[in-house]
């Protein structure tokens, strides 16, 4: 293992554990790695993670944020690699800098469950995934779908507001939507900022696209954050009815993508599932069962929510980060 001393968020780990207190001799311990918790998709995981662990005996569960940092969340996972965690859940804030460290901890005996972003290596015990590349797909053709009722063809303008490069699920809800369109020669992608899925940090790139690009059809934000950041920075400047906004993620509650496409701020949205339950419920399973064998990969789909079927979705949405 590395040289914990090394690292320059050590310490604040260390305090990250030590206030969360010990755990009785009795218990078994599972730590989650979070990415970033700023982000309300990941804060809807966290509450959703510690929901279902407190309804577990025996189980005490820590958890640490990396706040988007690499450095910040491999010192953390090595933390909890000192502790011997039963199980380690990793949401990686990157696929290639969390590789190694998530090797560490499987190389220590501990299960690894990999939540819903990848990494370069199989360096997990079970892969939960939720196919990027078909919500792209459904993304794209939900666009010339649009684009072909507006004008009577498939043809008009597209702004794309991309996630944090290098991230399975940018590379793929990117790459599936090209998929689509480039199909279609008469639709053009005019422009594609990089905004790390934060709405502030979309806000700032779609002004700048509005102040160059005179003609916007459709805003395509990898995820719900992002297209609203977009819209506001659109309906700033008295053009948001220019143009549609489509996101990535559909959480309930109201400040989530669902409620912002019965407001009319999102045309769509394409539901993310959070993976939380199927995580936990494989972490029962290693926590039970000395002969359980995991299965490598879980692959959980997603659904289009639009205009339609909104309201009943939203009705529906029960997770924690919406009560």
Request: glycine fraction near 8%; include cysteine; proline fraction near 5%.
């Amino acid at each position: 293992m590395r040289h914990l001393a090394c690292r320059p968020w050590v310490a604040a780990a260390m305090l990250l554990l030590v206030g969360c207190g010990g755990h009785a001799p009795s218990e078994r311990l599972v730590a989650f790695s979070q990415a970033n918790n700023a982000e309300p998709y990941r804060a809807a995981q966290k509450a959703l993670m510690e929901s279902l662990f407190a309804r577990v005996p025996n189980v005490k569960l820590v958890v640490s944020d990396a706040q988007q940092d690499n450095s910040r969340q491999i010192a953390q996972i090595e933390t909890f690699i000192r502790q011997k965690p039963a199980v380690l859940i990793v949401a990686p804030n990157e696929r290639a800098a969390l590789t190694a460290v998530m090797g560490e901890a499987l190389d220590a005996g501990i299960a690894v469950i990999c939540l819903e972003r990848d990494v370069v290596k199989p360096n997990y015990t079970t892969y939960i995934r939720i196919d990027n590349r078909a919500i792209g797909r459904m993304a794209g053709q939900f666009i010339v779908d649009h684009l072909t009722k507006k004008y009577g063809e498939a043809r008009g303008n597209v702004v794309a507001l991309r996630g944090l490069l290098g991230v399975e699920a940018e590379i793929n809800r990117d790459g599936g939507a090209r998929e689509v369109l480039e199909l279609y020669p008469k639709i053009h992608v005019i422009a594609d900022p990089v905004a790390d899925w934060i709405q502030a940090k979309a806000k700032d790139r779609m002004t700048e696209v509005l102040r160059v690009q005179p003609s916007i059809d459709v805003v395509y934000g990898h995820n719900d954050p992002m297209a609203i950041g977009a819209y506001l920075a659109a309906k700033e400047l008295n053009r948001e009815k220019e143009m549609i906004f489509i996101g990535v993620d559909g959480l309930g509650g109201p400040a989530g993508g669902v409620k912002k496409v019965l407001d009319g701020v999102l045309a769509a949205t394409f539901i993310y599932p959070l993976g939380v339950q199927e995580a936990v419920d494989v972490a029962k399973r290693v926590l039970t069962d000395a002969h359980y064998q995991p299965p490598k990969v879980l692959t959980l789909t997603s659904a289009l929510v639009t205009p339609d079927n909104a309201a009943e979705i939203y009705r529906s949405t029960t997770t924690p980060a919406t009560q």
